[in-house]
Antibody, heavy 129, light 107 residues
């Protein structure tokens, strides 16, 4: 079945970097973009960015621009998210999620895709202390 | 950035009840609105995409509606496993923002 399995928990010092992995199975990695979303303790969900494993192109949230790098290794079906200059406020569970899309054609002649996150990773707890 | 505001932030209900959660966007997002369920300690799960399309294997007691700026998630005949936190999310433009969440608790 389709799965995204993430790397284990990390404990980091402020100022350090962390690299979280997300291994895809049950489908072809290059056929779907991968989002990264984080959740601070007791808080809501925050979108960080998205990577296209097919060509490595990325779109990052402005909030993380300059500190985050999302990459992929198609030989191992794995996507990575590296966050640098860690702060205590970066303590969170980090999720990867697959981007699915659904084509639509409307009555006005327009068409396009709806995008949504249909499969989520197991989550990786990153603690900065 | 597009802001999504959910209401209520928390809700108490009983098994068998019907509940509605609303999500309001700071600008029109047409139908680019998704809903997720998150149980404690678990990853979110997709319920509804494109405002009203039910994701595969999601029970039919869940439904979504709305377009433009106002959206609703309705759960008919609440089941024990439905007590969780619900998030809306827009995919109209990056950054793909989420609502702050609605926690559904057992009365």
């Amino acid at each position: 079945q389709v799965q995204l399995v993430q790397s284990g928990a990390e404990l980091k010092k402020p100022g350090a970097s962390v690299k979280v992995s997300c291994e895809a199975s049950g489908y072809t990695l290059t056929n779907y973009y991968i989002h990264w979303v984080r959740q601070a303790p007791g808080q809501g969900l925050e979108w960080m960015g998205v990577v296209n494993p097919s060509d490595g192109s990325t779109t990052y949230s402005q909030k993380f621009q300059g500190r985050v790098t999302m990459t992929s290794d198609t030989s191992t079906s794995t996507v990575y998210m590296q966050l640098t200059s860690l702060r205590v406020q970066d303590t969170a569970v980090y999720y990867c999620a697959r981007r699915e899309r659904s084509f639509y054609y409307d009555t006005n002649g327009g068409y396009g895709y709806y995008y949504y996150m249909d499969v989520w990773g197991t989550g990786t707890t990153v603690t900065v202390s | 950035d597009i802001q999504l505001t959910q209401s209520p932030s928390s809700l108490s209900a009983s098994v068998g009840d019907r509940v509605t959660v609303t999500c309001r966007a700071s600008q029109s997002i047409t139908n680019y609105l998704n809903w997720y369920q998150q149980r404690p300690g678990k990853a979110p799960e997709l319920l509804i995409y494109a405002a009203s399309s039910l994701h595969s294997e999601v029970p039919s007691r869940f439904s979504g509606s709305g377009s433009g700026t106002d959206f609703t998630l309705t759960i008919n005949s609440l089941q024990p496993e439905d007590f969780a936190t619900y998030y809306c999310q827009q995919s109209y433009s990056t950054p793909y923002t989420f609502g702050q969440g609605t926690k559904l608790e057992i009365k």
